[in-house]
């Protein structure tokens, strides 16, 4: 395991309880918010709050619904892990997690690619950007993480030169680490927390 590509390969570790058994991480969705608890943050992602149970990911597979949230305290901020679903990483669900004075991140990429690691506060999205192409980016403040990425290589390189998407999503969870003061650990990972069922799109 390289060290630039650390986190990425502690994901991928897991992907196979919860992700296509093809390419068992071909889509990942999380996200982390501050200032509030497990059952606030379901409530506005707009989970179904009677659906919870305790879960980990090795058992997510026999969870009820496609599109669920396994919500658990990660330091002093609350992580959101998705699975089928990228409401927590939209604009809409940053909003909801970081209103009040709060703070959110995320980070999302699908089948497609668009590795995006997204930062609101008080409601208001101020970064959003891609990870393996960082000059494309928006928000309130599109430079505001950039204190945070020395050290860290995000933009997808050509042969030996650049870095590899392994390395450039680990970036963006070493960055979110360095902002929430922990990064996505194996103790996480291995850990019981609130399963919540997300309502169905129409």
């Not at 990660?74 to 809409?92: E, N």
Request: hydrophobic share 35%.
């Amino acid at each position: 395991m390289k060290s630039a590509e650390r986190l990425y390969d502690l994901l991928h570790s897991y992907a196979q309880f919860y992700g296509d058994e093809d390419d068992p991480l071909a889509e990942f969705c999380a996200a982390w918010c501050e200032g509030i608890g497990i059952e606030e943050a379901a409530r506005r992602l707009g989970a179904d709050l009677d659906s919870r149970t305790d879960c980990d990911l090795r058992n997510i597979a026999d969870a009820a619904g496609d599109n669920v949230i396994l919500v658990g305290p990660c330091g002093s901020w609350t992580l959101v892990f998705q699975i089928g679903g990228f409401d927590c990483a939209r604009l809409q669900g940053l909003s909801a997690l970081s209103r009040d004075s709060g703070r959110a991140m995320s980070v999302s990429w699908n089948i497609n690619g668009d590795e995006t690691l997204s930062y609101a506060i008080d409601g208001q999205m101020i970064t959003r950007l891609s990870v393996t192409y960082p000059a494309l980016r928006d928000g309130a403040d599109p430079h505001a993480l950039d204190p945070y990425m020395e050290g860290l290589r995000f933009e997808l390189g050509s042969g030996r030169e650049g870095p590899s998407n392994e390395e450039v999503i680990s970036s963006a969870l070493t960055l979110i680490g360095r902002i929430t003061g922990r990064e996505i650990d194996r103790e996480w990972l291995d850990g019981t927390h609130a399963l919540y069922v997300m309502p169905s799109q129409s």
